[in-house]
């Protein structure tokens, strides 16, 4: 599942989509089966997250890939769908996706390989109706079997970059 969210009102991002169509296609040609979704809503992200859970098969390796802005919030990690209207830090877990769920509905269809590749450590653009001071995404424990790739440290924010792609995608794709 490859996902770009990039048309944000309050914060927009130039790069997510391009990023997610260029990941999408490098997949492809890698032999992946791609399912790419762009510029989401809540509800369309959970219902891609879901359907992605029941076409992964046992033994199978299963990948994960998101672009957009994303967030930390009490040690754990939300993609934000281009309609979030968060108001308080509290409504964080009612108006995103938490990264855990992608990773519960790979543990759930037993596959051998899981790879998530989260390059949405940019700004929060909510951080000024919050009362934590948290930067980036948070640190998470893969689960056995998996590999999480970030865009930046923990707690650091990583860059949309200036030409087509993102500066950590970008790269990515190179080296694929």
Known sequence: LVIGNGKYPTAPLKNPVNDARAMAQSLKELGFEVTLRENTSQRDMAAAVRQFGTTI???ATALFYFAGHGMQVRGKNFLVPVD??????EEVPYSTIDVNLVLDKMEIGKSAVNIVILDA??????????????TGLAQ????IGTLIAFATAPGSVAQDGTGENGVYTRHLLQNM
């Open 121 to 134: 450590c940019r700004n929060n653009p909510f951080s000024r109706r919050f009362r934590s001071a948290a």
């Open 140 to 143: 998470m424990d893969a689960p």
């Open 84 to 89: 979030a209207d968060i108001q308080l830090e």
């Open 57 to 59: 098969s046992a033994g």
